[in-house]
């Protein structure tokens, strides 16, 4: 037994990526060609593409929201998970790696599964709260004020804590928000760091600590993942 969180070599990471990852070809494919972009950090880990997937499965999330869809491993990793009836509903400001992640998305057969929407997210999320009827990049479902069974959050990090009070209106009593990056590679507890990336994952950590409408969960996995669950 041990309080404390074991620490990782790269030995006990390969022995995890072993052991543990079944990723899928396509998804390798995608990881691949997303390492080549200078952006590249931004893509999760295989590992934590199949924690989402499992945690998708647990929650029978049939309504999704993807806030920073990036080249689209997340999303493939949502929406291969979802039911048949499933929809994802991902925001992202980029066509350029969206369109990567279209051509995925085509190729695994789940592009119906999920609609994108391009623009601010903070508008995509009131227009989603504002619903009264059927939106037209999403046929056949309503949204509105507890609407959505899951949402994960790995966007712009200075607008963490803005976003949050919307994902909760959003979010389903038991709904469960996903926030990524949590821990931000350490800098977090390092107080010389005050970048507004950093001073907004802060500020969303304490937020969701001190908010009793949730229940919480951080959890060491790649660069820090809390679960938080709407009560």
Same mark, same amino acid.
């Given at each position: 037994?041990?309080?404390?969180?074991?620490?990782?070599?790269?030995?006990?990471?390969?022995?995890?990526?072993?052991?543990?990852?079944?990723?899928?070809?396509?998804?390798?494919?995608?990881?691949?060609?997303?390492?080549?972009?200078?952006?590249?950090?931004?893509? &999760?880990?295989?590992?934590? %593409?199949?924690?989402?997937?499992? #945690?998708?499965? =647990?929650?029978?999330?049939?309504?999704? @929201? *993807?806030?920073?869809?990036?080249?689209?491993?997340?999303?493939?990793?949502?929406?291969?998970?979802?039911?048949?009836?499933?929809?994802?509903?991902?925001?992202?400001?980029?066509?350029?790696?969206?369109?990567?992640?279209?051509?995925?998305?085509?190729?695994?057969?789940?592009?119906?599964? &999920?609609?994108?929407?391009? %623009?601010?997210?903070?508008?995509? #999320?009131?227009? =989603?709260?504002?619903?009264?009827?059927? @939106? *037209?990049?999403?046929?056949?479902?309503?949204?509105?004020?507890?609407?959505?069974?899951?949402?994960?959050?790995?966007?712009?990090?200075?607008?963490?804590?803005?976003?949050?009070?919307?994902?909760?209106?959003?979010?389903?009593?038991?709904?469960?928000?996903?926030?990524?990056?949590?821990?931000?590679?350490?800098?977090?507890?390092?107080?010389?760091?005050?970048?507004?990336?950093?001073?907004?994952?802060?500020?969303?950590? *304490?937020?969701?600590?001190?908010?009793?409408?949730?229940?919480?969960?951080?959890?060491?996995?790649?660069?820090?993942?809390?679960?938080?669950?709407?009560?």
């Amino acid at each position: 037994m041990s309080r404390k969180n074991i620490q990782l070599t790269e030995k006990l990471e390969e022995y995890i990526f072993q052991k543990s990852v079944r990723e899928p070809e396509l998804f390798r494919k995608l990881r691949e060609e997303t390492a080549r972009l200078a952006q590249a950090n931004m893509q &999760i880990s295989p590992e934590e %593409g199949q924690f989402l997937n499992i #945690l998708t499965k =647990l929650t029978r999330a049939e309504k999704i @929201l *993807e806030i920073g869809t990036f080249t689209g491993y997340s999303s493939l990793c949502f929406a291969s998970a979802l039911p048949e009836n499933g929809r994802l509903i991902c925001c992202d400001i980029s066509t350029e790696w969206t369109n990567i992640a279209k051509r995925y998305w085509k190729e695994a057969g789940l592009e119906k599964k &999920i609609d994108l929407k391009i %623009g601010s997210a903070f508008e995509t #999320l009131q227009l =989603l709260l504002d619903s009264k009827s059927d @939106l *037209e990049w999403a046929p056949g479902w309503s949204f509105g004020f507890a609407s959505i069974d899951l949402v994960f959050l790995d966007a712009d990090k200075e607008n963490y804590p803005n976003y949050y009070p919307l994902i909760l209106k959003l979010l389903k009593p038991g709904g469960l928000l996903i926030a990524d990056n949590v821990l931000w590679d350490g800098s977090v507890v390092d107080v010389s760091h005050q970048e507004p990336s950093t001073v907004g994952i802060r500020t969303l950590n *304490e937020t969701i600590y001190n908010d009793p409408s949730v229940d919480v969960s951080m959890i060491p996995i790649a660069d820090g993942v809390s679960l938080v669950r709407k009560k």
